[in-house]
């Protein structure tokens, strides 16, 4: 056996939490960048906690220009900002997006360069400054993973910087912050998440010297990753559709906040697999929201793949609700898969690459792409040959996986 568990110094998961974040970043340091984003900052809750904490903080600055996929000139321009007020610990409150910069601001305050310097796997050479991270969405995860994605306008792709330092310090995770979150938001966080538990099961596994847990960040499933996955579908797989249905329904949206937060414990440590790859490219060309490409993704990844993890779709199929007993493995995975198309459907994920302008032409070259993101692909429980990646694209770019 050879496993490990990475987290925050203290996860604190529940309704009203919020309250502790002015205490746990003044603990942290007495100057403290906030980053958020504009829509966020004129929100009553966040407008707040960005009040109490600087009743409790001696100096605070507030960066609340983030931007969807974080783009190097926010990095820079929030770098700027850090600097300013010397900054000694972030506070960041938002989606993905914003955990994500707040990430590489912290990389940057501690070990100066800039983000390309740090690009790929366990290159930030030690613990960056305190992070406090407040997510308002229940998709990504970033509150409690060893991960931030960045755009580069020079690359064809999302890059990202991969690093057990980068994992926040605290995490408070509060669903009263997304009872104002977008139906449209909603459905595509959600699914990203579901998308995380899901990848996380049917990760590749791989075997480990004592040296990898150190060395590497995604290590394939294992049975630690396997019951975080499974609590997490349970979870989003019974409350997806009525969180997007009712933004109100505060016991759906407990159920997303945890969920989520259960998805990002399993991927953090098993990693993501084929929708994500191939998400970077597509998102990239399409400017498409991440949730939104690997949900449409998902589907067909995981039925290219199906003779090899037919077991375990039927365990997520009984896992999510359905009645697969003395059901075969085929019969277990067509039964998840078929259920699997109509939540996409009931939340409006597209289902095809066609319907969100991904030019089919691209699709050789995105496939064999995608197979040089060895962190993620790697962990695709089927063949990752360039022909049968492209195989998957086509099948999700014409509907059929026949």
Not at 114 to 137: C, H, M, N
Not at 265 to 294: E, M, R
Not at 299 to 321: F, Q
Not at 384 to 393: G, K, P, R, V
Request: glycine fraction near 10%; hydrophobic fraction near 45%.
């Amino acid at each position: 056996m050879l496993e490990t568990v990475r987290g925050p110094r203290q996860l604190i998961v529940g309704e009203g939490v919020a309250q502790n974040i002015p205490r746990v970043v003044a603990e942290c340091g007495s100057r403290v960048l906030i980053v958020t984003d504009r829509i966020l900052l004129g929100q009553p809750g966040v407008a707040e906690i960005v009040a109490a904490v600087r009743e409790k903080v001696k100096v605070v600055a507030v960066f609340a220009d983030a931007t969807p996929d974080v783009p190097l000139a926010d990095v820079a321009l929030a770098v700027s900002v850090a600097a300013e007020v010397d900054a000694d610990v972030i506070l960041a409150i938002g989606g993905g997006t914003v955990i994500d910069l707040a990430k590489i601001v912290g990389v940057i305050r501690r070990h100066g360069g800039t983000p390309r310097d740090f690009y790929g796997e366990s290159k930030v050479p030690g613990p960056t400054i305190p992070l406090v991270a407040v997510p308002t969405t229940s998709g990504t995860g970033s509150e409690l993973t060893p991960v931030s994605v960045l755009t580069d306008p020079d690359r064809e792709l999302k890059v990202g910087v991969s690093s057990v330092h980068i994992v926040p310090d605290f995490a408070i995770v509060d669903p009263e912050l997304t009872y104002t979150c977008p139906a449209t938001v909603t459905a595509h966080s959600g699914i990203d998440a579901f998308c995380h538990a899901v990848e996380s099961f049917t990760a590749r596994p791989r075997a480990h010297g004592p040296r990898d847990p150190v060395e590497q960040v995604f290590l394939g499933r294992n049975p630690i990753t396997d019951h975080y996955a499974l609590l997490a579908a349970e979870r989003i797989a019974r409350s997806l559709r009525r969180a997007v249905r009712d933004g109100g329904d505060t016991d759906a949206r407990a159920d997303m906040s945890y969920g989520s937060m259960l998805a990002g414990l399993a991927f953090s440590h098993a990693g993501n697999a084929a929708p994500h790859a191939f998400q970077y490219l597509i998102g990239a060309a399409t400017h498409t929201p991440h949730g939104l490409g690997v949900g449409l993704l998902l589907p067909y990844a995981l039925d290219a793949a199906r003779d090899a993890i037919g077991d375990r779709l039927t365990i997520l199929a009984g896992v999510c609700g359905l009645d697969v007993t003395d059901a075969s493995d085929a019969e277990g995975a067509d039964t998840f898969l078929t259920w699997l198309d109509g939540l996409l459907a009931d939340i409006g994920i597209p289902a095809t690459l066609a319907d969100i302008g991904v030019a089919r032409a691209d699709l050789p070259r995105f496939a064999e792409m995608a197979g040089g993101i060895t962190r993620l692909i790697q962990n695709h429980p089927g063949p990752t040959d360039t022909a049968s990646l492209t195989a998957i694209l086509e099948a999700a770019w014409t509907g059929d996986r026949t």
